[in-house]
């Protein structure tokens, strides 16, 4: 069992619909990184979270750590949007363990 | 330059050849990490340099993979004797500090090995 898994794998939506993916991860964790990655494209960094919520534009981060889950809200969904979502988890070393990803595709 | 710099953007290397990949992290950031990503898949932690010091190269899949960073800025990660199997997306990550946050992420080396 991956030490961190994402869910759906792949979500094809219509725009405007809104997003949700999900991450669970087994170890503790001192954060958890939310990442986008365009096709042929480096990785971009959206949030970094140790507790709580964060919030950037249409995009929504949340973590529970008691439950050791975390998701990713985008609302207003654009097809802009369509990328590779990544959650990563860090556990005070510093090397990331990384999930597989969660392929989006937003429909105009 | 503003952001994490990788070259070549795309490596064709024949099986059995030897190949080098450059990263050059954001100005001052301490911590500089490879990963490798192969297709389809999550990146996988490759080694982790603080400064000039690679203080973890455990993902390293074999002895033919080598990286250094001699002045604790620009990195190098060496691949001896590729294999097909070595067929990945190279990424370099920088941090300001040598917690792990707040990582900026190089665009990647795609290498092919025939």
């Known amino acids: 069992k991956n030490e961190v898994e994402q869910s759906p794998q792949n979500l094809t939506a219509q725009e405007g619909e809104f997003i949700t993916i999900n991450c669970s991860y087994s170890?503790?964790?001192?954060?958890l990184h939310w990442l986008q990655q365009h096709p042929g494209g480096g990785i971009v960094s959206l949030f970094m979270?140790?507790?709580g919520k964060k919030k950037h534009g249409r995009l929504i981060a949340t973590i529970n750590i008691q439950e050791k889950h975390s998701s990713l809200h985008i609302t207003a969904s654009h097809p802009r949007d369509s990328a590779v979502y990544i959650c990563?988890?860090?556990?005070?070393?510093?090397?990331?363990?990384f999930g597989q990803g969660t392929r989006l595709t937003i429909n105009p | 330059g503003a952001g994490v710099s990788q070259s070549p953007r795309y490596k064709v290397a024949k099986r059995g050849q030897d190949v080098a990949l450059r990263c050059d992290p954001i100005?001052?950031?301490?911590?500089l990490f490879w990963y490798q990503q192969a297709l389809g898949q999550g990146p996988e932690f490759l080694t982790y340099?603080?400064?000039?010091?690679?203080?973890?190269k455990s993902g390293l899949p074999s002895d033919r993979f080598f990286a250094e960073r001699p002045e604790g800025s620009v990195s190098t990660l060496k691949i001896q004797r590729t294999q097909q199997e070595d067929s990945a997306v190279y990424l370099c990550?920088?941090?300001?500090?040598?917690?792990?946050?707040?990582?900026?992420f190089g665009s990647g080396t795609q290498l092919s090995v025939l």
């Open positions: 340099f603080q400064n000039e010091a690679q203080l973890d």
């Open positions: 990563a988890v860090s556990r005070g070393a510093q090397k990331l363990v």
């Open positions: 170890v503790g964790i001192s954060a």
């Open positions: 990550a920088s941090s300001p500090n040598n917690q792990g946050t707040y990582l900026f």
């Open positions: 100005s001052g950031h301490v911590s």
């Open positions: 979270l140790s507790s």
